[in-house]
């Protein structure tokens, strides 16, 4: 599946910013998709993941009770609602997505991800 993230850009610490995730696949309710990120010399770092109902969730520790991941079905959309960003969210986002049909237990391993997108650059100054 190709993924196509949008929805990056400048913005200050406190503000909020909704990344979202196309996919060209007819079969997007048969991806667990998820984010990654990647910040300046840093390793990349998982950021969360949804079921393919979108029911379920999990989330990086650093992001849980501001980032929101969604996703929509009917229009092979997933989204991140990122709040209260802080400086240290600075990084390229990246939209992933996992050809199995239920979360793996290994959720947070970049190599669980068959298809990621381009990535989306989101920079948060203070």
């Known amino acids: 599946v190709q993924l196509q993230a949008s929805g990056g850009g400048l913005v200050q610490a406190g503000d909020s910013l909704r990344l979202s995730c196309a996919a060209d696949e007819y079969t997007f309710n048969n991806y667990v998709m998820g984010w990654f990120r990647q910040a300046p010399g840093k390793d990349r770092e998982f950021v969360a993941v949804?079921?393919?109902?979108?029911?379920?969730?999990y989330y990086a520790d650093s992001v849980k009770g501001r980032f929101t991941i969604s996703r929509d079905n009917a229009k092979n959309a997933v989204n991140l609602q990122i709040d209260s960003l802080k400086p240290e969210d600075t990084a390229v986002y990246y939209c992933?997505?996992?050809?199995?049909?239920?979360?793996?237990?290994?959720?947070?391993?970049?190599?669980?991800?068959?298809?990621w997108g381009q990535g989306t650059l989101v920079t948060v100054s203070s």
């Open positions: 992933v997505a996992d050809r199995s049909r239920v979360v793996n237990i290994k959720y947070a391993s970049d190599r669980e991800y068959e298809d």
């Open positions: 949804i079921n393919l109902s979108g029911t379920r969730t």
